[in-house]
């Protein structure tokens, strides 16, 4: 037996054609998270699935408050960012966007980790975000910052301007250049 649960999402929408509309997005994200074996959060015991709905505003541009985002929702979303990578990567990165000014630690940690994985088809959008985490305070964040830098470098049109234009920003910013430049193979890296 299936308990019914009133949709957030839906509930502010009178109109008939963005209602199905939403519900027609809501279901194709839930088929796609089940082909990714993404079970909490494709399941259908209820429609308030907190990070259903974080990925679904990113991808919207919509407001949504990641500070509610619980530490079940966030382990699965880090634990999974390989798989949607490929099945909602601009949802993803939305939504890694709006976490790399989280006011916790560990989920700015996670975040600048992540960005590793989009640096294929987002390589400006990754390099933006990754500033911003390599200006952090926390070491931790600045360190997982270079570790998603040296996926960055070999990857970019022109390597050396990158690291050239990186060689120009503040001090911690440069200091995760140094590190992710240690971590790579001559002749980028020292």
């Known amino acids: 037996m299936f308990h019914?649960?009133?949709?957030?999402?839906l509930a502010r929408f009178s109109d008939g054609a963005e209602l199905r509309r939403r519900r027609s997005l809501a279901r194709l994200a839930s088929d796609l998270l089940q082909r990714v074996r993404m079970p909490l959060l494709a399941r259908k015991t209820?429609?308030?699935d907190v990070l259903a709905a974080a990925l679904?505003?990113?991808?919207?541009?919509e407001s949504?408050?990641?500070r509610c985002l619980p530490e079940r929702a966030l382990r699965e979303l880090f634990t999974s960012v390989r798989e949607l990578r490929v099945s909602v990567p601009y949802a993803t990165l939305k939504l890694l966007s709006r976490l790399a000014s989280d006011?916790?630690?560990?989920?700015?940690?996670?975040?600048?980790?992540?960005?590793?994985?989009?640096?294929?088809?987002y390589a400006k959008r990754v390099e933006e975000l990754l500033l911003l985490l390599a200006c952090d305070t926390s070491r931790k964040v600045r360190a997982a910052a270079s570790e998603s830098l040296a996926d960055l470098i070999p990857?970019?049109?022109?390597?050396?301007?990158?690291?050239?234009?990186?060689?120009?920003?503040?001090?911690?910013?440069r200091e995760v250049l140094r590190a992710a430049r240690r971590s790579l193979p001559p002749p980028l890296g020292t």
Request: hydrophobic fraction near 35%.
């Open 4 to 9: 019914s649960t009133r949709n957030l999402l």
């Open 46 to 48: 209820s429609t308030e």
């Open 56 to 61: 679904l505003a990113a991808e919207l541009g």
């Open 64 to 66: 949504h408050d990641t």
């Open 103 to 121: 006011s916790r630690l560990e989920v700015r940690v996670q975040t600048a980790r992540s960005l590793g994985w989009f640096v294929d088809g």
């Open 155 to 173: 990857k970019a049109n022109d390597p050396w301007e990158l690291i050239e234009s990186w060689n120009q920003h503040p001090d911690r910013a």
